[in-house]
């Protein structure tokens, strides 16, 4: 016969039962997070530092922006039209303009991401890609 607290052995039935719900919770959240919302320039612009679900408004804005906006070829008169002033330009090396998006999307990042944008000679865009600090 078993010395342990009945109490302790029927407590270990309700661990699967917690397990689930835990991960049913984590898909939910996870699901949300990878909700996009329409861009406007206007959004984008009053953004603030909050995140939903560990994604900033930026970061759920961006996919929208990218499907109706083809950055190569714009100049930076239309890159700043669409998304304004940049907050740090030279802060990548090699690029011309960088957008704080939102923190780092990694289990383990604690760093922030970033849209940047390079310019040809000509003065359009030549490439773009999401940057981490």
Do not use: C
């Not at 929208?64 to 330009?89: I, K, Q």
């Amino acid at each position: 016969m078993s010395t342990t607290p009945r109490s302790w052995r029927g407590s270990r039935s309700l661990y699967p039962v917690l397990a689930l719900l835990g991960l049913f919770l984590a898909l939910a959240l996870a699901r949300r997070a990878r909700q996009t919302v329409p861009f406007t320039p206007g959004g984008w612009a009053n953004h603030d530092s909050s995140t939903v679900v560990g994604l900033s408004v930026r970061q759920r804005m961006l996919p929208d922006f990218l499907a109706h906006h083809r950055l190569e070829g714009m100049t930076r008169d239309s890159v700043t039209a669409l998304l304004g002033e940049p907050e740090h330009e030279g802060r990548f090396h090699g690029w011309d303009l960088a957008y704080w998006l939102g923190p780092e999307r990694t289990i383990f990042g604690n760093g922030t991401e970033w849209l940047v944008v390079m310019f040809d000679a000509e003065g359009q865009v030549s490439q773009h890609d999401i940057k981490t600090d």
